[in-house]
């Protein structure tokens, strides 16, 4: 690509990113909120090892998206939004840079998909000692898809008290 001259690469990369962002699918309008579902859903906390002297758990699903309408979906993005029961705002959020699903048919589900905070808990201590903390409060993740420019709530997952290795991507249950 060739950048006009004046223009400065920043400004290039923030009208790329946000073309794409704002890129609705081609096809008819889909309600994702009627035709998708989260299936093969899995969570819990990874642990990302020692972090300032203190152990890092974060909240973490990994789900699958199933094409649940009686159309192709011809793409969408994926997003979330992680809160703590009983707070009144997100603590983080997480846009999945791909198209989750390009071409998914009626009935057909995608690869895994793995939902992973960078907020999280730093305990000192013993890991086996983490949901019995004071301070400890439990995480549910709103998943959230976009297509032709909309949003949808297309799910919700209650993050199960369960540490899980900082390399995991894809249950074996």
């Known amino acids: 690509m060739r950048i006009p001259r004046g223009v400065s ?15 609705g699918g081609c096809g008819p ?4 909120d009627k035709s998708v579902q989260l299936v093969d859903v899995h ?3 990874v642990d990302l090892g020692i972090v300032n002297g203190e152990t890092k758990l974060v909240p973490s699903a990994t789900v699958r998206v199933q094409n649940t309408g009686a159309s192709t979906l011809s793409g969408f993005q994926l997003s979330a939004a992680f809160w703590r029961v009983g707070d009144d705002g997100q603590k983080d959020e997480l846009l999945l840079p791909h198209l989750v699903a390009t071409d998914l048919a009626p009935g057909a589900t995608s690869d895994p998909i793995v939902i992973r905070a960078n907020y999280g808990y730093t305990l000192e201590g013993a890991r086996a000692d983490f949901f019995k903390h004071s301070m400890f409060v439990d995480f549910t993740i ?16 209650s993050v199960e008290r369960k540490i899980l290795p900082k390399d995991a991507a894809v249950p074996t249950t």
């Open 9 to 23: 690469v920043a400004a290039c990369v923030t009208g790329l990113a946000v073309a794409f962002l704002s890129a």
């Open 29 to 32: 309008a889909v309600a994702l």
């Open 43 to 45: 969570s819990g906390y």
């Open 142 to 157: 709103k998943v959230f898809g976009k297509v032709n420019g909309r949003l949808y709530k297309i799910g919700e997952v």
